[in-house]
């Protein structure tokens, strides 16, 4: 069926350290790979998209890697920041009815 | 724009009562969906609707109805509240038919079924 690993669940850097976060997908139709940022209490909120025709995506701090063979992208976190810490989801967007499927999270603590 | 919008934000059930959560958006968006979040699990698709008329099951639809009658709402039902229930759930929309896939969510409902 359709699915989206994440790891790893949790993860501790300290401040200005890099963070990676990894998700594998399944269904290799799926086009569209969003991340995800929810701080407690509170909604997710998109940070950066990634679509299957493009390899790699960079936002200031953060940028996105996508290969496409292997089935897996990554959420890249450079010069982390004590509000950088929150809850992270990937999500990969299925061919039938375009519904987005998310992994786990990762819990993502930058310690000052 | 007031986005996407829940109500309520919190409800208490009692094992076998019924309820709706409500869910709104002023985006004209076509697609729509319902989501539960448990620790550790992250989002779990319950159902989710493509256009108004239209709607289809996703990971988790068991003990949830839902139907689409107009464009803007889309809400979620709730036959025969179960403790397995509770969860804070997440209503969320985007546009299908421009190339901004992003996905708009709701503010939640934590739901808590004794």
């Known amino acids: 069926g359709e699915n989206v690993e994440q790891h790893p669940s949790t993860l501790s850097v300290q401040e200005g350290d890099s963070a990676v976060i990894k998700c594998t997908y399944s269904?290799?139709?799926?086009?569209?790979f969003p991340w995800y940022k929810q701080e407690l209490g509170k909604r997710p909120q998109l940070i950066i998209d990634?679509?299957?025709?493009?390899g790699e995506k960079k936002d200031q701090r953060i940028a996105v890697t996508l290969n496409k063979t292997a089935k897996h992208f990554s959420l890249h976190i450079t010069e982390t920041q004590p509000e950088d810490s929150a809850v992270y989801f990937c999500?990969?967007?299925?061919?039938?009815?375009?519904?987005?499927?998310f992994g786990q999270g990762t819990e993502l603590s930058v310690k000052p | 724009n007031a986005g996407v919008t829940q109500t309520p934000k919190f409800q208490v059930l009692k094992t076998g009562q019924s309820m709706t959560l409500q869910c709104a958006q002023d985006?004209?968006?076509?697609?729509m969906s319902w989501y539960r979040q448990d620790p550790g699990m992250g989002l779990r698709l319950i159902h989710y609707?493509?256009?108004?008329?239209?709607?289809d099951q996703g990971e988790v639809p068991n003990g949830y109805n839902v139907s689409r009658s107009t464009t803007e709402d889309f809400p979620l039902r709730l036959l025969s509240a179960a403790p397995s229930q509770t969860s804070v759930y997440f209503c969320?929309?985007?546009?299908?038919?421009?190339?901004?896939?992003?996905?708009?969510f709701g503010p939640g409902t934590r739901l808590t079924v004794l």
């Open positions: 990634i679509r299957s025709n493009v």
């Open positions: 999500a990969a967007r299925v061919l039938k009815g375009g519904k987005l499927i």
């Open positions: 609707s493509v256009g108004a008329g239209i709607t």
């Open positions: 985006m004209n968006h076509e697609y």
């Open positions: 969320a929309s985007s546009c299908r038919t421009s190339g901004n896939n992003e996905q708009f």
């Open positions: 269904d290799s139709a799926s086009n569209y």
